[in-house]
């Protein structure tokens, strides 16, 4: 069984999600880790009676499990299947005897902000997540979180810790990097499309913004501007992941730099406006009128063009041609004619 949830082992698709092709394995967030200076060690620590250090080859004597697992990323791009090689995270850290206080588990990687995230020890349990050192291909790359990560089935990826440290058993629960930073959903259940936390923007602020039409270099994550009027808005390096502009009028806007991933853009009105260099993982553009809207520079993993409705283009709807391939082949197929 997995937490309250049927569905997530039947290797199908969760709500907003899109299948990669067969052969990608896209790469998120940090690129590298920092490793150690000696030994690749992973610590089990905190609320434990005996706290453990594993080095890779002792983990790899524990016993060994190959699990399916289906990836769904944040940013909307799934791949299901994929069979990871490990140990159960369960029975690591039976052997280093948590304590009766101990309610969550935050896990910490050899990287250069140390980056982390936590779920509850009950919840990883029941997941049954894997410390993981390879696939069926073999070891894991190094790209991929190797020589050992998380994987944590069930929850948007993000909560899979690429490159494995620390294995921190808590009391007490501690926001991992993407929940603090980006305002990433604590649970991250894709099923229930536990994405993103609530903005913690109050509606007046909101309203003040969207009346000056000037969002620049804010954060404004999750705003909800749908069908307001933003003609010539200005919102260059505004953090906007997740935003919803659904039927708003943007005409001439400017996102140049700016963090769209997962925003909503379906039916907006985007002539004449400028996505330079922004990020737009994820995000939905369908049934939006581009025409002359700029998207060079832009990241546009996972973005949707043609939806229910196509992204109206014309002549001056500009695209760089190497962004098609971060794009699913119907997506792709949709732009080919502008470059
Ligand atoms: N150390 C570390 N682990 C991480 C991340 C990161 O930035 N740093 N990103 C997470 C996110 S958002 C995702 S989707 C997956 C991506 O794993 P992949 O690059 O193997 O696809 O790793 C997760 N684990
Ligand atoms: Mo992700």
Known sequence: MTAGNPMADSHSLPPGQQLVARDKWPLVGEREPEPPQGEWMVDLTGAVRSPQRWSVEDLQKLPRVERAVDIHCVTRWSKLGVTFVGVRLSEVLQTADPLPEARFVS???YSARRHSTS????????LDALVAWGTADGPLGTEHGGPVRMVVPGRYFYKSVKWLARIEVLAEDRLGYWEAEAGYHNHADPWREQRYLAADLDKRAAARLIQARDFTGQNLRSIDCRGRDLTGLTAEHALLRNADFRAATLTGANFAGANLS??????ADLRGANFDSADLEGANLAGADLRGADFTGATVFGATFVGEHPAQLDAATRIDPAALEALTPDQAA???PLV
Do not use: S, T
């Open 107 to 109: 896990c910490v990687a």
């Open 334 to 336: 949709f732009l080919r």
């Open 262 to 267: 997962n925003a909503h853009f379906e039916g």
């Open 119 to 126: 779920l509850a020890l009950d919840e990883l349990i029941e």
